[in-house]
């Protein structure tokens, strides 16, 4: 049975390393240039085919696949006529792999139905090393039997494909899991700073912690860096972290609720980037709450 044709649009690090996965797997993939042409070329110099426009990708593919920074940025491919909706096939399918708003994703997927293809959200868990091997965790939701018919792609690019329902419903786990995960990730990162106002070893401070109910692997990659130095455990922006946080907050916001536990680790966030810390990563958190407490 032939592979299905399919688009590929943003293709940063993550992006990059999944087009090289499905590259291995013998795929055909029409890319979709990028700010920074590092993963494109890389893809053009394996056999990948490069379009003008997210229109020509959707005429070019059976599977249109989105990795992209924000629902704005997903948007703005998504509509107008060089959008990937102007040029989709009757029964495309189209994923967002990005974290996106979940009223963005459901108002796609009413676009893309009423063009004739399937939208499925898919956020995306762990890092660009394991899209490389194709050993992402995937949270799919929407149409179970578009699902259904992508399923052995998704299974060639994740170890853990979860199906989750509605349309809708991958995005929105996905924020609360990101809301608990920059929570936890923040509160670790003020722990190492007050250790250090208090005179307190940070090893001992973590081992401590760490013998109990509180550790997780979310403690063990602020500790990477904070105890060993090694920030690239987890090689998540602060500017991308804050960006969560956020969306996490407006759903909260639009299900008729305001958000206590987020406020702090919005707070952080956003203090940082005011830091000029942006582009720094999570675990990194720990150098500014150290540099405001002083220490």
Do not use: W
């Amino acid at each position: 049975m032939s592979k299905p044709a399919i688009g590929f649009i943003g293709l940063g690090l993550m992006g990059s390393a999944m087009v090289q996965n499905l590259l291995d797997k013998g795929y055909t993939l029409t890319v979709l240039g990028h700010r920074d042409r590092t993963g494109i070329e890389a893809a053009l110099a394996r056999g990948a085919t490069e379009a003008a426009t997210a229109r020509e990708v959707a005429e070019a593919s059976d599977i249109v696949m989105l990795c992209m920074g924000t629902s704005e940025h997903v948007e703005g491919r998504m509509r107008g006529p060089d959008g990937v909706i102007a040029g989709l096939k009757d029964g495309a399918i189209v994923i967002d792999y990005g974290t996106s708003l979940p009223g963005s994703t459901k108002a796609l997927g009413e676009e893309v139905a009423a063009a004739g293809g399937t939208y499925l959200d898919a956020p995306l868990g762990r890092t660009p090393s394991h899209g490389r091997e194709g050993k992402l965790n995937i949270m799919c939701s929407g149409d179970k039997a578009a699902y259904e018919k992508v399923k052995p792609v998704l299974d060639d690019q994740g170890e853990n494909v979860f199906h989750l329902g509605a349309l809708g419903n991958g995005h929105t786990i996905k924020l609360i899991n990101n809301f608990f995960a920059m929570t936890t990730a923040n509160a670790m990162s003020e722990a190492f700073a007050m250790a250090d106002l208090a005179g307190v070893d940070r090893k001992q401070l973590f081992d401590v912690m760490g013998a109990g109910p509180l550790r997780s692997g979310m403690m063990e990659f602020i500790a990477a860096y904070g105890v060993d130095g090694n920030a690239e455990m987890l090689a998540f922006s602060i500017k991308n972290a804050s960006k969560d946080v956020g969306y996490y907050r407006s759903m909260a916001e639009g299900l008729g609720v305001e958000s206590i536990m987020s406020a702090c680790a919005d707070k952080g966030l956003k203090a940082a980037i005011e830091d000029g810390r942006g582009e720094d990563l999570v675990p990194q958190m720990v150098d500014f709450y150290a540099s405001r407490y002083g220490k």
